[in-house]
């Protein structure tokens, strides 16, 4: 047996801390040097020192409002049957913000002051020190205004500009240098070949620096030669607080840098117990600490939330940033394995009053799962997962105002929801319409369990040849729904341009010469191909391919497309951005279910107005494959 390429899955946070220490053994800074900086630039910036005040705010006794400086005793039982009357010696016009002159210890707004020929009547007391700002009031001299490790916002700048301060103390910013590596990858905006990959990930790390405060630059891509990559990492870190090397993290042939890492400087960590993120590597060379993040975009993304921002925090001096969490019910069920942390990326919604997250497509390289969340879920080590409808803790990447305002739909997919959400959104910033493909059933699942607004259906019933209503009466018995008619849509199969293999329809599935790709179980389109089989008498273990399953319409067509397999059943729709030809094999109904006491919920009432535009019929024509005639129609 070989030894493991990885040291040990270590846990994040003893992962963290054998960071921290090799770091220190290998002469790293524990914080960065101070500078001094303008307040104009201080935002953002963490405090190197404690900022005390030089001068006190009011520095004087100042009116707070417009108005006259008095004498409170001589207001003393003035009310609007017994006026006081105040000559021009016994008062002072003010303005609020000017001193308070001598003798004087209140201010009566302008507004009560009632002139009588050129004398003041006052017609209610004023106790002393009314709307009058004492000195001090905000700061006094000497206070501790802002401790050190404070991370400098607006309002602060501005009280400290008001406590006499004209500069501060502050870390210099950490400078992060990304360093890419592959033979396969290639330069953002370049032309790519088979094989190969645009450098993506460089992008989005150093984006994610800056959005911390960080300087980030990214140095060109190195190929899978050892030596090289140690030199450009030698080169790097003399000008880095921390150096991130991309991709090469895991156990391949052309994976070197934890090998580079262990043999240029020191190696902690080779493996931690996170999924996804599991091949990272942490370790220091020449004084710097260095982070191998995995090559897999969201791998790279949540590699650098875990390890690389609380560093950078640690070596300002300053708390790492914290999102808010919220609490919320799990839409499906959740396997997670034991021994990693699992981060989840979620779409989240309110449904009947409470928060409903619906977990993403969880592949390390999806990485419009994390375009498209608004929440991560950490399932820890110990857990095999959660059930439907459990209630789990969530990091918010949205606020919770924009999840209010979210319409769940959860069901089969249909690209026609996918240009509902962008009409929407464009019609209003504040809408969204979040849709998560887990198959016709699913949906009516969640729809019965309070877990969505919408589902959408298509499903067949193939004894009596009905769309969708059989399964709402089996599957929601005593529930009060409602169904909508989106639309009419065509159902195919997607087979390369020119049809090359000739396919004409169902029949030929059993061809052993054609690889198929299928729909997930569940699924409508998984539940129609089953009923062309079987009236066909075609055993499932007849069809090449037909264990392997993808979730959307897409998914299908791009598998197509690749030519990864020879067709798939799917809408015309999905065939055309793809470029494929499509052998039709029937038309059928696609539905919104809702329950009954939802159609009038204002937060839907955007959408059954988008459903009864002449303008969104004719976008959805254009898809090709739709017939609209009756999309809004209630048909139960």
């Known amino acids: 047996m070989t030894e493991s390429p990885f040291l040990r899955d270590v846990p994040a946070a003893q992962a963290r801390t054998a960071w921290r220490a090799a770091c220190a053994a290998a002469g790293c800074p524990p914080r960065l040097p101070a500078v001094t900086v303008s307040l104009e630039d201080a935002v953002g910036r963490v405090t190197a020192v404690p900022v005390w005040a030089t001068r006190s705010s009011p520095p004087f006794d100042a009116a707070g409002m417009d108005g006259i400086a008095v004498r409170a005793a001589d207001t003393v039982g ?44 006052l017609r209610a007391a004023v106790p002393p020190y009314g709307h009058v700002r004492s000195i001090g009031e905000d700061v006094s001299a000497a206070e501790l205004l802002l401790p050190e490790g404070h991370r400098l916002r607006p309002f602060d700048v501005a009280a400290a500009a008001a406590a006499g301060a004209t500069q501060l103390s502050v870390r210099r910013r950490p400078v992060v240098v990304v360093l890419p590596t592959g033979d396969e990858v ?29 300087e980030a630059r990214c140095l060109p891509i190195e190929p899978d030669d050892p030596g090289r990559i140690t030199a450009a990492a030698r080169a790097a870190v003399a000008g880095a607080d921390l150096l991130i090397l991309v991709a090469g993290s895991s156990a391949g042939r052309d994976d070197h840098t934890g090998r580079v890492v262990a043999e240029a400087g020191v190696l902690a960590v080779h493996g931690v117990a996170v999924r996804p993120g599991h091949p990272v590597v942490l370790g220091a060379i020449d004084g710097t600490p260095v982070l191998g993040a995995p090559g897999y975009p969201v791998s790279a993304a949540l590699t650098f939330e875990i390890f690389a921002a609380p560093l950078l925090a640690e070596l300002e001096g300053a708390a790492p940033r914290r999102r808010p969490r919220t609490r919320a019910r799990l839409a499906r069920k959740l396997a997670s394995p034991v021994g990693m942390d699992d981060w989840v990326r979620v779409r989240l919604g309110r449904v009947g009053g409470t928060v409903v997250a619906t977990p993403l497509p969880r592949g390390a390289g999806v990485l419009t799962s994390l375009v498209r969340a608004d929440g991560l879920l950490v399932v820890p080590a110990g857990l095999e997962g959660h059930h439907p409808g459990e209630e789990v803790d969530v990091e918010l990447l949205r606020g919770l105002d924009e999840v209010e305002r979210t319409i769940v739909v959860i069901g089969s997919h249909d690209l026609v929801l996918d240009l509902a959400a962008s009409a ?38 193939p004894d009596t040849g009905a769309y969708t209503l059989p399964y709402v009466d089996r599957i929601l018995a005593g529930h009060d729904v409602a169904v909508v008619r ?55 273990d007849e069809v090449a391919g037909y264990q392997r399953e993808e979730h959307t319409h897409l998914a299908v067509a791009a598998a197509v497309a690749a030519g990864r397999a020879d067709c798939g059943l799917g809408i015309l729709a999905a065939a055309r951005p793809f470029g494929l030809d499509f052998v039709p094999v029937a038309r059928e109904p696609y539905d919104l279910v809702v329950g009954a006491g939802a159609l009038d919920d204002p937060l839907l009432a955007p959408l059954w107005a988008l459903l009864d535009s002449a303008d969104f019929r004719a976008a959805v024509g254009a898809l090709g494959g739709y017939s609209t005639e009756e999309m809004g129609r209630r048909i139960r």
């Open 486 to 540: 989106l639309v009419h849509r065509d159902q195919g199969l997607l087979v390369a341009r020119g049809n090359p293999l000739a396919v004409s329809g169902i029949d030929d599935l059993a061809r052993p010469d054609l690889r198929y790709v299928n729909r997930q179980r569940g699924a409508g389109t998984r539940v129609l191909l089953d009923a062309e089989l079987r009236r066909r008498e075609i055993r499932s």
């Open 424 to 461: 929407l959104r464009a019609a209003d910033p504040g809408i969204t319409l979040a849709s998560s493909n887990v198959g016709s059933l699913g949906g009516l699942v969640a729809v019965r369990d309070g877990l969505c607004h919408l589902a959408g259906s298509h499903l067949l019933d």
């Open 186 to 214: 290639r330069p953002v905006g370049s032309a790519t070949g088979p094989g190969e990959i645009l450098d993506t990930n460089s992008l989005m790390l150093a984006a994610q620096a800056r959005e911390l405060g960080c």
């Open 78 to 121: 003035a009310g609007e049957t017994t006026p006081v009357h105040l000559g021009p010696d016994d008062y002072d016009v003010v303005d609020t913000g000017d001193p308070l002159p001598a003798g004087r210890d209140a201010v009566v707004m302008r507004e009560h002051v009632h002139d009588v020929e050129g004398v003041a009547e």
